[in-house]
């Protein structure tokens, strides 16, 4: 069995809602869908949406279509299209049968609406955008009907298949739907379901100029799929109504167990935006490393940084699928990767803001390969080796001229242990014009390898360290929150909203056996974090890690 097949899935509404269909036999099946708009990389909000549809599809034995929405050609790509595929499958999915695209359904979808203008219910409209918003009227307020919603039948079909031979300018006509210019719901005021785009499309190239609006789009895409329950987020409530209009005026969908629409909240997540438009600005006016800067709340940047498929789903597991819209705290999503880190990632020792250190009574020119374990809990995962001898670097933090009793680390005069190795005591240091310490000269005691002193001297302290001579040197680079708001998203700008700290790169060691470091393998850099290497800019000649998450919840 894979990983997968043991995750244990709590329940939620929309489950209890499948059981009844299914118990009621209203539905002998399950079939979702997850339907991204290209015009972006998906992030964490789209993987709630991805675990929980391919989620039903799996726990039922049902099906998940995997649908690219892409009525929007100006907006779209073929790159985005592709980074999809490959964010969706790394998460642990796989769609059922072809990829499907809403442009898959022009043809079909002109028919749709062709359908409607024979029925008097669509009409060509030529009134401009403005006057169109001063029509519609105001939640107080109802619209006014436009002066051509009674075009007669036969001069809406010329008017419209007009549209589509190219016969009009973009945004001199558009075909609406005859509904309600008094309805409650502002959806429902004669939506436009057809607009004029002389744009190229990455999937039908020129061969269309008038293009489908969502609303008409999707119902009849979900419906053409037999999707049975078309699952999306709250601010698609209201047109819920709209959905079923367009089904229940279309001969061939008005049957009984026919797809339906609900609605949970969409993720937000503490210091950082989820708007495509907002993290498509951070990419092209550079505010971050491109899509997958680490940084990006983008499954490409989470996987860069060193997030596993298995930690993302476990945290779209916790937080659950409800009405109730909400802001998720940060930490619950670092837990979930420090706790799975913290069981699996083999732990190794990393030296960030090096200093020296020089034991002068350790034999000159003599070397001793010390064993730890791979993970303290998990002797299984074996020993590694590490060359110790005379000169070591440790980290500049570690070490105090002079401190009171807290600091349990290494003080001049006192006594620490180093991690897996001697305890040693710091005698003098060097330091440079700035006053910055340099190197620490120490003294070991030769009896202390893995045991505590003879005598009893109480040795609380122990800082890492690696040796210089067989050190490798590693660029980190140790991530912050993007921006310095919990909700960025309520800011007037993105800049006044962004952490300037949210990365910095510090120069330091490791230890020798991290010469194979990979992308997407973890370490716990013992005391310091988990981090992995980079998998763009790291190579054997130049390790570059990235700091995943710090060992404990700071914010908290
Ligand atoms: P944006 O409005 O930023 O462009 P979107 O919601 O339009 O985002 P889509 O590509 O259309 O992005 O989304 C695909 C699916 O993912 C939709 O079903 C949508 O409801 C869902 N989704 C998008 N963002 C979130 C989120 N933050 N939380 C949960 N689901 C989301
Ligand atoms: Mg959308």
């Known amino acids: 069995m894979s990983q997968l097949d043991t995750e244990v899935r709590p329940s939620n509404f929309i489950r209890n809602?499948?059981?009844?269909?299914?118990?009621?036999?209203?539905?002998?099946?399950?079939?979702?869908?997850?339907?991204?708009?290209?015009?972006?990389?998906?992030?964490?909000?789209?993987?709630?949406?991805?675990?929980?549809?391919?989620?039903?599809?799996?726990?039922?034995?049902?099906?998940?279509?995997?649908?690219?929405?892409?009525?929007?050609?100006?907006?779209?790509?073929?790159?985005?299209?592709?980074?999809?595929?490959?964010?969706?499958?790394?998460?642990?999915?796989?769609?059922?049968?072809?990829?499907?695209?809403?442009?898959?359904?022009?043809?079909?979808?002109?028919?749709?609406?062709?359908?409607?203008?024979?029925?008097?219910?669509?009409?060509?409209?030529?009134?401009?955008?403005?006057?169109?918003?001063?029509?519609?009227?105001?939640?107080?307020?109802?619209?006014?009907?436009?002066?051509?919603?009674?075009?007669?039948?036969?001069?809406?079909?010329?008017?419209?298949?007009?549209?589509?031979?190219?016969?009009?300018?973009?945004?001199?006509?558009?075909?609406?739907?005859?509904?309600?210019?008094?309805?409650?719901?502002?959806?429902?005021?004669?939506?436009?379901?057809?607009?004029?785009?002389?744009?190229?499309?990455?999937?039908?190239?020129?061969?269309?100029?008038?293009?489908?609006?969502?609303?008409?789009?999707?119902?009849?895409?979900?419906?053409?799929?037999?999707?049975?329950?078309?699952?999306?987020?709250?601010?698609?409530?209201?047109?819920?109504?709209?959905?079923?209009?367009?089904?229940?005026?279309?001969?061939?969908?008005?049957?009984?167990?026919?797809?339906?629409?609900?609605?949970?909240?969409?993720l937000n997540l503490e210091y950082t935006v989820m708007s495509k438009r907002k993290l498509n600005e951070l990419v092209t006016r550079k505010l971050v490393n491109g899509w997958d800067d680490p940084r990006m709340p983008t499954i490409a940047g989470l996987r860069r940084r060193g997030f596993t498929p298995s930690s993302i789903r476990e945290f779209c597991d916790r937080i659950g699928i409800t009405k109730q819209d909400n802001l998720v705290e940060i930490g619950m999503l670092e837990a979930c990767i420090r706790e799975e880190l913290n069981d699996n990632a083999p732990r190794a020792m990393a030296v960030i803001n090096p200093i020296r250190m020089v034991i002068e009574n350790y034999p000159q020119g003599q070397t001793e390969i010390i064993s730890a374990p791979v993970h303290p809990n998990k002797p299984e995962l074996g020993e590694r080796q590490l060359p110790f001898s005379r000169e070591l670097y440790i980290d500049a933090e570690d070490f105090r001229e002079e401190a009171n009793k807290h600091y349990k680390r290494l003080v001049l005069g006192k006594e620490v242990r180093l991690r897996n190795a001697y305890i040693v005591k710091a005698e003098r240091c060097d330091k440079d014009e700035q006053g910055n310490v340099t190197t620490v000269y120490c003294s070991y005691d030769a009896d202390t390898k893995g045991t505590n002193p003879a005598d009893g001297r109480k040795v609380k302290g122990v800082i890492h360290w690696v040796e210089q001579a067989s050190a490798l040197p590693a660029e980190f680079r140790l991530y912050d929150r993007l921006f310095s708001l919990a909700n960025p998203a309520g800011a007037e700008t993105l800049d006044e909203a962004l952490n300037p700290d949210s990365l910095q790169i510090r120069h330091g060691f490791v230890e020798p056996d991290l010469k194979v470091a990979v992308a997407e393998k973890a370490y716990q850099f013992e005391r310091e974090g988990y981090f992995c290497a980079d998998c763009k800019d790291s190579s054997a000649e130049h390790l570059v890690f990235n700091r995943t998450v710090a060992l404990r919840d700071s914010f908290a």
């Open 17 to 266: 809602i499948i059981d009844e269909d299914l118990a009621s036999g209203k539905h002998t099946s399950v079939h979702t869908r997850f339907p991204p708009e290209p015009n972006g990389f998906l992030h964490i909000g789209h993987a709630k949406s991805i675990c929980l549809n391919f989620g039903i599809a799996r726990d039922y034995q049902g099906q998940c279509n995997l649908r690219f929405d892409d009525t929007n050609p100006e907006k779209e790509n073929i790159d985005y299209v592709n980074s999809i595929k490959e964010d969706v499958r790394w998460l642990g999915f796989q769609w059922s049968g072809d990829i499907h695209y809403s442009s898959d359904y022009f043809d079909a979808l002109y028919g749709y609406a062709v359908e409607l203008i024979n029925k008097g219910l669509a009409y060509v409209c030529f009134l401009n955008g403005e006057q169109m918003r001063e029509y519609r009227g105001t939640l107080k307020e109802p619209g006014k009907n436009s002066p051509y919603r009674d075009t007669p039948i036969a001069e809406n079909l010329a008017l419209f298949e007009k549209m589509r031979a190219g016969g009009f300018k973009e945004g001199e006509c558009s075909l609406r739907a005859k509904i309600d210019m008094a309805s409650p719901f502002m959806c429902m005021r004669d939506p436009v379901l057809y607009r004029i785009k002389f744009a190229h499309h990455h999937q039908t190239g020129d061969k269309w100029c008038i293009y489908p609006m969502y609303d008409f789009t999707h119902c009849i895409s979900d419906a053409l799929e037999h999707i049975t329950h078309s699952l999306c987020t709250l601010e698609f409530q209201d047109n819920r109504r709209l959905y079923d209009w367009v089904l229940d005026h279309l001969d061939d969908f008005n049957y009984d167990g026919r797809t339906r629409q609900y609605e949970f909240s969409r």
